[in-house]
């Protein structure tokens, strides 16, 4: 196992009709910004939930946060910040608002341009405040309820950021405001959860044994109820796993201390960038690909995911691997996901557009052991085709 440290400070707040704690969980004189995406969560009365438990506090609301929330969106909603005098960011939604959120958190205390919190990772930027923040969950998927990270669109690109000053200081978790989700969107979030989970699992051993069984644990449980949760929107107790899994997948846990290969999330971001895909559905189409060419360096791995995963035991080895492959495509295509470029219009003359994307963002040593070059990606875009 590799050396690590790990501290998780969110406060999570689980179960029925919770959204009430929020007098409670935020200060009584605090100046409260509440953000949200499209308008579901005023359409079916989850922002009337949430004022009416505001109290008396000072509030005002920010919506029209995109999914892949937009640079210039949030950019807005600092100015409103700043004008307004808000001292308590509160993100009800899904992964959008709340890494939006995040990013409006540090934005607001920093006194430069926005732009070098996007690429602090290209070229670090010195951050030392962030507005505290809670979020109110409606869509279980990135996890971004209890890490500290997020992804914003900007210039036709996605950029990953994140700092130990937005960890969400509490996250409710209410599986009940998933009921009126929409079937594409839970597909999305079991499939984003299966590829948080496997990105940091099907790697190289590490002698992770907790690490590999709890990670193992997550992806049975998205097998089993997988289906039920499209096929039963009301029932409680698939969507209360569905939400609990899509949280511990990447709330830090199963990562430590083991080897992570993100290569899947950075070709997608690209594919969402160019063609607007969703970005479940982009990790849907890479990751069988991704398997199928590295098959050979991911082998202990893959074969002990197929054998824990999927009670893979007979036949030899390259059988079972590519079983498992298979049986990873089909669960994604019984969810109603399409797993292949091509299903969205997506033809093998665009694939030298999306190696020049993913140069010039700086994606050309991906991967647990940086092995995956330029040529490695374009291979797996072509298997993907």
């Not at 210039?155 to 929409?182: E, N, R």
Request: hydrophobic content about 40%; glycine content about 10%; overall charge negative.
């Amino acid at each position: 196992m590799l050396n690590f440290e790990y501290s998780n400070p969110t406060r999570i707040v689980f179960g029925r009709d919770r959204i009430s704690r929020l007098d409670r969980l935020i200060p009584a004189d605090a100046r409260v910004l509440v953000l949200y995406g499209g308008g579901s969560a005023k359409k079916h009365g989850t922002l009337d939930r949430v004022r009416q438990a505001l109290g008396d506090r000072y509030v005002i609301e920010f919506g029209g946060i995109e999914p892949n929330p937009r640079y210039s969106t949030l950019m807005r909603a600092v100015e409103a910040v700043r004008r307004e005098g808000i001292d308590f960011l509160l993100a009800v939604g899904g992964g959008s608002v709340m890494d939006g959120t995040k990013f409006i958190g540090l934005a607001a205390k920093y006194e430069g341009n926005g732009e070098d919190i996007l690429f602090s990772r290209a070229k670090p930027v010195r951050l030392t405040g962030a507005l505290p923040l809670g979020t109110v969950v409606t869509l279980p998927a990135t996890g971004s309820e209890m890490n500290s990270g997020g992804v914003i669109s900007h210039q036709a690109g996605k950029y990953v950021f994140s700092h130990p000053l937005v960890y969400p200081q509490f996250s409710i978790l209410d599986p009940t405001l998933t009921f009126t989700l929409p079937p594409t969107q839970v597909a999305n979030g079991i499939i984003d959860t299966f590829i948080h989970t496997v990105e940091q699992y099907v790697t190289v051993p590490a002698e992770g044994r907790f690490q590999d069984r709890t990670a193992e644990g997550i992806l049975r449980t998205l097998i089993e109820i997988g289906k039920t949760t499209l096929d039963n929107p009301t029932d409680y107790d698939a969507r209360a796993n569905l939400m609990w899994c899509a949280t511990n997948a990447l709330n830090g846990l199963i990562g430590a201390g083991v080897p992570q290969d993100w290569s899947t999330h950075m070709i997608g971001h690209e594919l969402t960038a160019m063609f607007g895909i969703d970005h479940a559905k982009t990790l849907a189409i890479v990751q069988p690909a991704a398997w199928t060419v590295r098959a050979r360096e991911k082998r202990e791995k893959l074969l002990q995911y197929g054998e824990r995963v999927w009670d893979l035991k007979e036949g030899t080895e390259d059988e079972r691997i590519a079983a498992a492959i298979a049986r990873t495509r089909a669960f994604f295509e019984e969810l109603g996901v399409a797993t292949r470029l091509t299903a969205y219009g997506v033809t093998a003359d665009r694939i030298d557009d999306l190696i020049q994307a993913l140069e010039a963002h700086g994606m050309t040593a991906l991967g647990e052991n940086r092995e995956i070059t330029l040529e490695v990606s374009r291979k797996i875009l072509e298997t993907a085709l």
